[in-house]
């Protein structure tokens, strides 16, 4: 048990939690930008006195991987200088701390899924910053932390690439998808769930998460379109070159989670059944 705070509890991610965290009825509060900056240790230090948790959970990041590419200082600033703030606090304090982390840790070079202690070697901004962020928790609360890498997010409550696929097929009748990044879509809510048995385990060290199979951007677009009413939009293959976006990305960046199914005893469920479920929850919470 113990109080929970989750840092950036307004994101995709977490308002799942936190709705996740209020069925469950486990004591906890949420924090945003307005209520928290994790770049200022003195920020911290104030919502932690005031609130006095035993775990934090922190989802707080600069997701904009392009953008993270011309705004190197904020990257770094929020994704590495703000999981070491907060590392610092909880090891003063005596915090458990559940940090948020990515696929993009790894060069996508390799053709096997990543396990948790393959070499990271990120390729863009947003990678190099968030396994800096890793780094320095490792370094400065060794024994009492949980990093959980994740991959290709969509839920919700935030931009994500399903709502962007609906919406380019209600204007265009031809999409245009990268084929040769390969990874696996998770639904923010099965990973909600995930992270939150992880944390009440104080389960310690690096965990990859992510719902089931593998598939391209490309295969992920046919699904969605199929399964929205949308088969008369051709979905054609592109290449990550052609599409030239500011940010290097990992062509592959499957993340093994045997580490995962080993300690829970099942696997999260395939990205396919996932993203089922998201289309019918979206449908009947009736986003446009
Ligand atoms: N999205 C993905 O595909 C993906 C994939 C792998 C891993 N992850 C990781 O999973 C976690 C959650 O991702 P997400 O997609 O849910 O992120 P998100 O929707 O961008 O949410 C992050 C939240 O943190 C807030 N925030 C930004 N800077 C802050 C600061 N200095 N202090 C306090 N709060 C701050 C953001 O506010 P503003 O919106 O106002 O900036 C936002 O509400 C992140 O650690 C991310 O790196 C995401």
Redesign the pocket.
């Known amino acids: 048990m113990g109080f929970y705070i989750v ?8 308002t799942d939690l936190m709705e996740i965290l209020q069925e469950s009825g486990l004591a906890a509060v949420g ?3 307005g209520e ?4 200022s240790e003195d ?1 911290i230090r104030k919502a932690l006195a005031r609130f006095d948790p035993g775990v934090i959970i ?7 991987v392009d953008g993270c590419e011309t705004r190197q200082e904020e990257a770094f ?3 590495a200088k ?1 999981p070491e703030n907060l590392a610092r606090a909880a090891a003063r304090r005596g915090d458990f701390f559940v ?6 840790v790894f060069d996508g070079l390799s053709r096997v899924p990543y396990k948790e202690d393959d070499p990271m070697n990120p390729l863009g901004m ?1 990678g190099k910053s ?1 396994a800096q962020g890793e780094l320095l928790i490792r370094e400065l609360l060794p024994d009492n932390h949980c990093i959980v ?7 919700t ?4 690439f399903v709502e962007a696929i609906i919406d380019a097929a209600q204007k265009r009748p031809v999409l245009n998808v990268v084929n040769d990044q390969r990874g696996r879509p ?1 639904y ?1 809510m099965d990973l909600a769930r995930a992270v939150l048995g992880l944390a009440e385990m104080r389960t310690r060290g690096t965990f990859h998460v992510t719902n089931s199979g593998e598939a391209t951007w490309y295969d992920f677009a046919v699904r969605i379109v199929e399964r929205t009413g949308f088969s008369h939009v051709r979905v054609e293959p592109t290449t990550t070159e052609q599409l030239s976006r500011p940010a290097p990305r990992p062509g592959y960046s499957v993340l093994d989670n045997s580490r995962f199914v080993e300690l829970t005893g099942k696997p999260l469920r395939s990205w396919e059944q996932a993203l089922d479920d998201y289309l019918a929850t979206r449908g009947r919470k009736g986003t446009p």
């Open positions: 840092i950036g509890s307004a994101g995709m991610l977490g924090l945003d930008v928290v900056d994790i770049r920020s922190n989802l707080a990041a600069m997701t904009d600033s929020v994704n703000g940090q948020l982390s990515t696929d993009y947003y968030k890498r994740t991959s290709w997010l969509y839920g409550h935030g931009k994500n998770t923010t």
